[in-house]
């Protein structure tokens, strides 16, 4: 199983991007995906994540009202879309899953290569 992360860039403050990751592989079932984020000198934080099987969904406070995550189950896929960005959002942002694989029928968590968002101001 793989992640793919993809849409970072740069932008400025106010500015919108979105964030794609598409799970592949041997996968039975997707029980949960979603973004974390690292700054510089940084502890790994959590940003936005979904449980896939009720759609429900969780964010870290600085995220709420600005971010929302969504999914695309034919792919695989979920999004992550950020807008009124702030300087403050600047990090490596990672994909994660927790994935029943298909093969050994084990829950494993995958991690994302992560991808780079810069917001100026």
């Known amino acids: 199983v793989q992640l793919q992360a993809s849409g970072g860039g740069l932008v400025q403050a106010g500015g919108s991007l979105r964030l794609s990751c598409a799970a592949s592989g041997s996968i039975s079932s997707i029980r949960f995906m979603g973004w974390y984020r690292q700054a510089p000198g940084s502890q790994r934080e959590l940003v936005a994540t979904?449980?896939?099987?009720?759609?429900?969904?969780h964010y870290a406070d600085s995220a709420k009202g600005r971010f929302t995550i969504s999914r695309d189950s034919a792919k695989n896929t979920v999004y992550l879309q950020m807008n009124s960005l702030k300087p403050e959002d600047t990090a490596v942002y990672y994909c994660h899953a927790l994935i029943l694989d298909g093969t050994d029928l084990v829950v494993t968590e995958y991690w994302g290569q992560g991808t780079q968002v810069t917001v100026s101001s």
């Open positions: 979904m449980t896939i099987s009720s759609n429900s969904t």
